[in-house]
């Protein structure tokens, strides 16, 4: 039997601001109810799987701090062995639903709340999450959080896209991602939990987990402290140990400066899981409001391709035809 284990590690710390508000939730087996786990303990995974959650509260006063709270109990919720059946897990599609039906969840009790208590007024969070099932790995999230992968064979790849106003920058072309992370307004956000303009609108890709992957959901604290060369250098170095490998992040941000809460949890695929250079996306899921496909960044770098190859195909067909033409007259005329 080829049984799939993985560990896990997770930490989360002010980073010298007097209140922390970011959260984190996980779960090594969503089949037992228990929201536990031993760092770099070697787990075996079970029926339903396991998840892990990461929350950035925003608010200011203690609004951002109960924000993420209430993310991760909504979705701690939402996760019980109770609503957990074989229908849910049945396909990719079946999955991504329920991750973004947990997600408007948690964005309905933050509203909640906040309109209720106007202490907590215009109070909100972001949110990642992984849900490690079967071969794959779902991944949802709403925000700027982010999600990693990183593989020894492909280095590190960034999961999700930020909902962010420089990320459109980047997207559009307007701004170089090597100036993102200087950009004075990265602090902007498009979608979050909480805002009361509308609806959550949660992504989620599906994508298959390979032998030695490591998973790294993290609050932008971290990713603003360390660029991805630096995330990919230190994961490197320290991936055949989560202890270690948190540690080493946790260090290396501080000594960057941090200053932001930094919260991350990590995944190592150990056995079980095929070899495999690259991560492969195998489905979108659809937004809540409209059921309507989302673009994800693979699936726009694919339609990019598709639209080039579009023009480069006739162009190779007619050089070749006219060569051939030439050939003949030449063959024709004996030249």
Same mark, same amino acid.
């Given at each position: 039997?080829?049984?799939?284990?993985?560990?896990?590690?997770?930490?989360?710390?002010?980073? !010298? +601001?007097?209140?922390?508000?970011?959260?984190?939730? *996980?779960?090594?087996?969503?089949?037992?109810?228990?929201?536990?786990?031993?760092?770099?303990?070697?787990?075996?995974?079970?029926?339903?799987?396991?998840?892990?959650?990461?929350?950035?509260?925003? !608010?200011?006063?203690?609004?951002?701090? #109960?924000?993420?709270?209430?993310?991760?109990?909504?979705?701690?919720?939402?996760?019980?062995?109770? @609503?957990?059946?074989?229908?849910?897990?049945?396909?990719?599609?079946?999955?991504?639903?329920?991750?973004?039906?947990?997600?408007?969840?948690?964005?309905? +009790?933050?509203?909640?709340?906040?309109?209720?208590?106007?202490?907590?007024?215009?109070?909100?969070?972001?949110?990642?999450?992984?849900?490690?099932?079967?071969?794959?790995?779902?991944? !949802?999230?709403?925000?700027?959080?982010?999600?990693?992968?990183?593989?020894?064979?492909?280095?590190?790849? +960034?999961?999700?896209?930020?909902?962010?106003?420089?990320?459109?920058?980047?997207? $559009?072309?307007?701004?170089?991602?090597?100036?993102?992370?200087?950009?004075?307004?990265?602090?902007?956000?498009? +979608?979050?939990?909480?805002?009361?303009?509308?609806?959550?609108?949660?992504? #989620?890709?599906?994508? $298959?987990?390979?032998?030695?992957?490591?998973?790294?959901? /993290?609050?932008?604290?971290?990713? !603003?402290?360390?660029?991805?060369?630096?995330?990919?250098?230190?994961?490197?170095?320290?991936?055949?140990?989560?202890?270690?490998?948190?540690?080493?992040?946790?260090?290396?941000?501080?000594?960057?400066?941090?200053?932001?809460?930094?919260? @991350?949890?990590?995944?190592?695929?150990?056995?079980?899981?095929?070899?495999?250079?690259? /991560?492969?996306? *195998?489905?979108?899921?659809?937004?809540?409001?409209?059921?309507?496909?989302?673009?994800?960044?693979?699936?726009?770098?694919?339609?990019?391709?598709?639209?080039?190859?579009?023009?480069?195909?006739?162009?190779?067909?007619?050089?070749?035809? *006219? *060569? @051939?033409?030439?050939?003949?007259?030449?063959?024709?005329?004996?030249?």
């Amino acid at each position: 039997m080829n049984v799939k284990q993985f560990r896990l590690s997770a930490w989360s710390d002010a980073a !010298g +601001r007097p209140l922390n508000e970011d959260s984190f939730l *996980i779960s090594k087996d969503l089949s037992s109810g228990q929201w536990s786990f031993e760092t770099n303990e070697t787990v075996s995974l079970g029926r339903f799987g396991a998840l892990m959650v990461v929350c950035d509260g925003m !608010g200011g006063m203690n609004a951002g701090e #109960v924000a993420s709270a209430l993310a991760v109990d909504a979705v701690k919720e939402r996760f019980s062995p109770a @609503l957990l059946t074989d229908e849910t897990v049945a396909s990719p599609e079946s999955v991504g639903r329920f991750i973004t039906e947990a997600i408007v969840e948690a964005d309905r +009790r933050i509203k909640h709340e906040a309109k209720n208590d106007a202490e907590k007024a215009g109070m909100g969070s972001t949110i990642v999450l992984a849900w490690l099932l079967g071969e794959n790995v779902h991944i !949802g999230w709403c925000g700027d959080s982010r999600a990693y992968r990183f593989n020894p064979a492909s280095g590190l790849e +960034r999961l999700s896209h930020d909902h962010s106003y420089v990320q459109e920058l980047v997207d $559009t072309g307007r701004l170089s991602p090597s100036l993102a992370r200087q950009h004075p307004d990265n602090n902007i956000i498009t +979608r979050s939990l909480g805002d009361s303009g509308k609806e959550a609108q949660p992504e #989620v890709v599906s994508l $298959t987990l390979c032998r030695n992957d490591v998973l790294l959901l /993290c609050s932008d604290g971290l990713y !603003g402290a360390l660029d991805d060369s630096v995330l990919e250098t230190v994961i490197r170095d320290n991936r055949s140990d989560m202890r270690t490998c948190r540690d080493a992040l946790l260090a290396a941000s501080k000594q960057e400066g941090w200053t932001d809460n930094v919260t @991350l949890a990590l995944c190592r695929a150990v056995s079980g899981y095929v070899k495999a250079s690259r /991560c492969t996306l *195998i489905a979108d899921t659809v937004k809540q409001t409209d059921n309507q496909l989302i673009n994800t960044p693979q699936k726009e770098r694919l339609i990019d391709k598709m639209k080039k190859m579009r023009f480069i195909i006739p162009a190779v067909l007619t050089i070749i035809a *006219i *060569i @051939l033409i030439a050939l003949l007259l030449c063959k024709h005329f004996n030249i």
